[in-house]
C-alpha cells in the first residue's frame, strides 16, 4: 500500500508559507512520523505549556490510535492533510471559531 504526506512549512519566524506541494509517497512509518511531526509543531506554535504538557503525556497512545486509523481507514490519508491545510488556513485568518470546528472535526475523524 501507498501512503502520501503533503508538507506544510514555517518560515523562522514561524510564519506559514503557503507552498503546495505535490504529495510523496512514503512507507506508513514515515507517514505516521510525519503526522506526528505536524501535530508537535502545531503544538509547539501555540506556545502554551499545559497544552504542550497534555500533548506529551498522550502522544504515545495518540501515535497508537493514528496507526489503527490508518490500517483501518487507509484513504483517510488524503483527507488528513486537507485537514491540516484547513485548520492552518482558518488560524492564519483568525478565524477562532472555524478552526476550533475544524479541529473538533479531525479529532473526530468525521468525514
Do not use: T, W
Not at 501507498?2 to 514561524?14: A, E, G
Not at 505549556?49 to 504515545?60: N, T
Not at 491540516?84 to 468525514?111: F, M, Y
Amino acid at each position: 500500500m501507498r501512503y502520501y504526506y503533503s508538507f506544510v512549512y514555517f518560515d523562522m519566524n514561524n510564519k506559514y508559507i503557503r507552498q503546495f506541494i505535490p504529495e510523496i509517497e512514503v512507507d506508513m512509518l514515515s507517514y505516521i512520523s510525519l503526522d506526528r511531526k505536524f501535530h508537535e509543531e502545531l503544538i509547539n506554535l501555540a506556545q502554551n505549556d499545559v497544552l504542550k504538557d497534555l500533548y506529551l503525556r498522550i502522544r504515545d497512545q495518540i501515535q497508537l490510535i493514528r496507526a489503527f486509523m490508518l490500517k483501518m481507514h487507509p484513504e483517510r490519508r488524503f483527507r488528513v492533510n486537507i485537514e491540516h491545510l484547513n485548520i492552518i488556513e482558518a488560524l492564519l485568518n483568525n478565524s477562532r471559531g472555524k478552526a476550533l470546528d475544524l479541529l473538533k472535526h479531525h479529532i473526530e475523524c468525521k468525514s
